[in-house]
């Protein structure tokens, strides 16, 4: 890897805490290969082995999944500098469940697998942040599972909020997106418009006021009621 992209990769959260020159010492003599993909070109197919972790050092890729009908849904939206499917690296099986394709002229990283061990080794940090990563994509999951079971966006929705704001038991009937509402949408199941539109809603019936990525719930009961429809 050259300077630039050492540096590219030094800004993703997995590598982050890592000193930056011991990085660089570190990848410059490792087998780590950068390629560059066009708009709308496929980057990884399902199914298909996945032995070296991918970092998109640029552009934007999506991570899609065929429905009963073939046509393929997005599950996941990634931007530079996210890693793509952290916890498949280390599965028994390790192949991909989704497909990834560039959204727009997009590079990206591939470490293999003993080379990310071996940085996880010789820095903590890295460590850290790799099981945090695979955490925060198990949280994910669990939240698109627990989103399956109710019929209506706005149930998914009500759903996702009242648990959000029980889980953070400050009192206050109040939630602070930790992620983009694109990644939320994804979670739910929906388009982020559909997301849009929904939070649109709830705020004209007086439910909820949206401030930013701040989610203010005003009716709690009426919440409550959506989800006993």
Do not use: H, N, Q
């Not at 050092?57 to 009963?68: F, N, Q, R, Y």
């Amino acid at each position: 890897m050259d300077d630039r992209d050492i540096a590219l990769l030094a800004a993703s959260p997995l590598f982050a805490g890592a000193d930056l020159l011991e990085l660089g010492s570190y990848l410059r003599t490792a087998p780590v290969s950068v390629r560059s993909y066009p708009p709308g070109s496929t980057i990884l197919l399902a199914g298909s082995a996945y032995e070296e972790l991918r970092v998109i050092l640029a552009g934007e890729a999506s991570a899609e999944m065929a429905d009963g009908e073939g046509r393929a849904v997005v599950v996941e939206t990634l931007k530079a500098p996210d890693a793509v499917a952290t916890a498949v690296l280390f599965a028994p099986e390790r192949r991909l469940p989704v497909s990834v394709s560039a959204r727009s002229e997009a590079r990206l990283a591939s470490i293999p697998r003993g080379i990310l061990l071996g940085a996880a080794a010789r820095f903590p940090a890295v460590l850290e942040a790799l099981l945090l990563d695979m955490g925060s994509r198990l949280a994910f999951l669990a939240a698109k599972y627990r989103s399956a079971s109710f019929a209506t966006l706005g149930e998914r929705l009500a759903d996702w909020l009242l648990e959000r704001a029980e889980r953070d038991g400050s009192g206050l009937l109040s939630v602070t997106l930790p992620e983009t509402k694109e990644r939320l949408a994804a979670a739910l199941g929906v388009a982020r418009p559909s997301l849009s539109r929904e939070l649109s809603r709830m705020e004209d019936r007086g439910l909820l006021a949206v401030r930013g990525r701040r989610i203010e719930i005003l009716d709690e009961r009426g919440l409550r009621r959506a989800l006993s429809r």
